[in-house]
């Protein structure tokens, strides 16, 4: 059985085939609904294309690229002002500024493509990949020249499917780990988590719910979110520039976009002190599973007030009562996350550069623009 494939793709979600979504049930993130969010809000610095995958004329595979023009942002990150990250600048404007991702680079997990029961995977994965060299053309057409193509993210289950001819001189790495939140069937309620935590870190969690005494919550509907637009910019732009390195900004409209899309599965929660925003964060209902998405915060406020700690706890509050399985964190802030109980989910990626004089030194760029974080696992619950 050698089937063939071909592909086709598209620029628009009004071309895409009805039967889009019937491939998208594993997530969310391929789903039109959410292809849409892209389309109208996506950073300014990224142009999003979908690609089917046929036998014959069935659809049997799905997948969203990300083309990022580096050379549009201001900033790659501001917290290390150091030799490194001016290495990391050249580098990028140099060598890297076009960067063509098959994947989501605004999501931690696989949520590259979704394949249908009966597709042989790793014929798949070859026309994924010529689809890509097709996309590659097509911005140079552009006169944009792809300099680094990257897959990402997978576990190390799906990575194996990429052991075909076309990927053997890309180099396979690993980047910081997705933080995933596993919640234990018996929890019924955030009581039930609490009194599975050891000593120190219930002292932990007390500390931190005692802090945020005079912080009220509250859960906003779009008609708050637009109203608020101008500062839950502000607070998110502070916590994504001093970030360690960026590729992109979302636009001001995303969360009003993504609310009026998604509605009830889009959940945002403001932070007030006196009637004052001073921290947000978001959340997607995935199915069983909730993703963390973009938050924001007053840095000042967040450090006296433990307000990050308190966002994981009311994340993990809030999912343990409507039911859900687990919590994807996503990468950042690794110790803080492990320290309310996430594990480390290890993830892969293929990385080529176009011009073959550099690919061989892949390695050791993929050190700078992925620097790596030394962090210290902690385990929260009781032995």
Not at 112 to 135: G, R
Not at 333 to 350: Q, R
């Amino acid at each position: 059985m050698n089937p063939v494939y071909s592909f086709k793709i598209y620029n628009s979600t009004i071309e895409l085939p009805e039967n889009w979504d019937d491939l998208a049930i594993s997530t969310i993130f391929l789903s039109k609904k959410y292809l849409q969010v892209l389309e109208k809000s996506s950073p300014d610095n990224m142009i999003c294309n979908f690609i089917g995958i046929f036998d014959n004329t069935t659809l049997v595979g799905i997948a969203i690229s990300q083309f990022l023009d580096l050379n549009t942002l201001e900033s790659f990150g501001e917290r290390d002002k150091c030799i490194k990250t001016a290495v990391r600048n050249i580098v990028f404007r140099n060598f890297g500024s076009h960067v063509l991702v098959i994947g989501n680079n605004m999501l931690t997990g696989q949520n590259s493509f979704a394949l249908s029961n009966t597709i042989v995977k790793k014929k798949a994965i070859q026309t994924l990949h010529a689809a890509a060299t097709e996309l590659k053309k097509i911005f140079k057409s552009k006169g944009f020249k792809i300099h680094i193509t990257t897959y990402k993210d997978f576990s190390e289950e799906e990575i194996i499917h990429f052991a075909v001819p076309e990927f053997k001189n890309d180099y396979q790495f690993s980047t910081q780990p997705n933080m995933v939140f596993s919640i234990n069937e018996n929890w019924k309620t955030e009581q039930d988590y609490i009194d599975s935590l050891s000593k120190k870190y219930r002292d932990q969690y007390k500390r931190a719910r005692k802090k945020a005494a005079d912080i009220e919550k509250r859960k906003l509907h779009l008609e708050d979110i637009i109203a608020l637009e101008d500062i839950i910019y502000d607070l998110y732009f502070h916590v994504a520039k001093n970030a360690p390195f960026n590729t992109f900004f979302l636009p001001k409209n995303h969360f009003r976009v993504f609310k009026e899309i998604f509605k009830d599965k889009f959940l945002f929660y403001g932070y007030f002190i006196d009637e004052k925003l001073i921290g947000f964060n978001t959340l997607i209902k995935n199915g069983e599973v909730m993703d963390t998405y973009f938050l924001g915060y007053d840095e000042s406020i967040q450090r006296e007030k433990m307000l990050y700690l308190n966002m994981l706890y009311d994340m993990i509050a809030y999912s343990i009562n409507k039911g859900f399985k687990e919590i994807v964190f996503a990468r950042t802030a690794l110790e803080i996350k492990s320290s309310v109980g996430a594990k480390p989910i290890k993830m892969y990626g293929i990385i080529a550069h176009s011009n073959e004089m550099v690919n061989p030194y892949m390695p050791k760029i993929f050190k700078y623009l992925e620097p790596e974080t030394i962090w210290q696992e902690r385990n929260p619950f009781k032995q």
